[in-house]
């Protein structure tokens, strides 16, 4: 069975063998709303309370990063209703993560089942008002398209609930939730202080959900087949199936759609990478950082990496075979440097300091000095930030340092024969091309 098509440049979007797709679709073109609606979706929701239970026996958790129970925040908003205040949902689809484009693919392509997935969710925290929040051109286009075709039709598939588009600026803080409400409020999407948090105090002060496309995306599933169905993929604790986005080995990207569980080695085995030629990779974007060669044998579910002191993240892998670790690190660190929101000195600075460090190791001119700053630092600014970026960046510093010492050695001694050949340098390190449905 060929569970593979080629999209366009190269793209692949492929599903695990023996599963049948939830999130992907192997059709050319958008979805549109009669297919869509001929395949099951927004079907009638006539219990709120009863697809909350399911949701929570499903174990959906969150695919923005963290990985959060979703039956956890619907549950917070939906108390706050439950006390007659109103509240909002934001389907958040500002994907940050270069080495990721899950996001994008399920917008463009499927934009009716996130919305549909939006509607759910919202009629579960009693929301009557509801924002799609994007970066992606392309991606708003067509969820403008997906209303516009729901506004002809004329049969409320929505269930009352209006529903607004906001497009901003890309950036890597941009996708933070806090950044979202303020950017909708009006405002910069930049991340603001904590407390209060969207669950608090969000969209024009109310209550409010911020939730990743993808997650929202399950919700139909769960609605059409219940919880027992979905479980029947993934793990006990990472159930379900998940979009993975796999880069890197000089091949064009891959987008999976994998049980939670699948070992990295039959992944990459799939995409046509021989497992043997990994020596590391980044996990779950730019965020978890690194991996040595070993992460081939690794499960890709949240707690056997969670084990490793890394993360699942958004899904995204990028493997490292011919690049040197030092190089891509310093590459990232930089990536961090240029794109943090310029709020907080603990971040402002201690990315452009790490950044410098790790760009001196690999230029070969670095001293034990700088690399014992640079672990320094790694352990002292974590946290500090007001959003994940510097916990991104001393990730990056600190899995450099602990998984991969002898390169670091070989650098520190001048005598990196990879980066004497070639060095690897990216702005954006492993970035997915925005692909357009066909």
């Not at 169905?229 to 990472?238: I, K, L, P």
């Not at 064009?252 to 992944?267: D, M, Q, T």
């Not at 001196?360 to 500090?384: C, F, I």
Request: aromatic share 6%; glycine share 12%; net charge negative.
């Amino acid at each position: 069975m060929n569970n593979t098509k080629a999209a366009p440049a190269g793209f692949t979007v492929g599903v695990w063998p023996g599963i049948t797709a939830r999130l992907l679709r192997q059709s050319d073109g958008v979805e549109t709303l009669a297919e869509y609606v001929a395949g099951g979706g927004y079907a009638s929701l006539a219990d709120p309370t009863a697809l909350l239970d399911e949701v929570r026996a499903a174990g959906v958790r969150g695919r923005g990063g963290a990985a959060f129970p979703l039956a956890v925040k619907l549950q917070t908003v939906r108390s706050a209703a439950n006390t007659g205040r109103d509240t909002v949902l934001v389907a958040n689809g500002e994907e940050g993560e270069p080495a990721s484009v899950k996001d994008r693919w399920l917008l463009r392509n499927r934009p009716h089942l996130v919305l549909d997935g939006a509607r759910l969710a919202a009629h579960v925290v009693g929301a009557k008002h509801a924002h799609v929040y994007v970066s992606d051109p392309a991606s708003a286009r067509a969820v403008d398209a997906a209303l516009d075709e729901i506004r002809a039709d004329g049969s409320d598939p929505l269930g009352g609930l209006t529903l607004s588009l906001r497009v901003v600026p890309a950036g890597y803080v941009a996708g933070e939730e806090t950044a979202a409400v303020q950017a909708i409020n009006g405002g910069p999407a930049k991340p603001t202080d904590k407390p209060p948090r969207p669950f608090e105090e969000g969209v024009g002060g109310l209550p409010t959900i911020v939730s990743n496309v993808e997650t929202l995306a399950n919700l139909p599933y769960v609605q059409r087949h219940g919880a027992a169905a979905y479980r029947e993929a993934g793990t006990d604790a990472s159930p379900g199936t998940f979009l993975a986005t796999i880069t890197g080995a000089g091949r064009p990207a891959g987008l999976y759609e994998l049980p939670h569980g699948v070992r990295l080695s039959e992944v990459l085995a799939l995409h046509g990478l021989a497992p043997e030629s990994v020596r590391g990779a980044l996990m779950g974007g730019y965020f978890a950082g690194l991996l040595g060669a070993d992460v081939t044998d690794t499960a890709l579910d949240h707690e056997t990496l969670r084990g490793l002191g890394s993360g699942l993240g958004c899904g995204a892998v990028s493997v490292l075979t011919d690049e040197c670790p030092v190089a891509v690190a310093a590459a990232v660190l930089a990536y961090f440097d240029r794109e943090n929101a310029g709020q907080c000195g603990s971040c402002f600075n201690g990315t452009a300091a790490m950044a410098a460090a790790a760009g001196a190791l690999r230029d070969g001119v670095a001293t034990d000095e700088d690399v014992a700053r640079l672990k320094r630092w790694s352990v002292v600014l974590r946290g500090r930030g007001a959003c994940g970026t510097l916990d991104a960046a001393t990730n990056i510093a600190a899995s450099l340092l602990d998984k991969f010492p002898a390169e670091v050695a070989r650098h520190l001694a001048g005598g990196c024969t990879v980066c004497g050949a070639d060095v690897f340098a990216a702005a954006r390190p492993f970035e997915v091309e925005a692909v357009e449905a066909p």
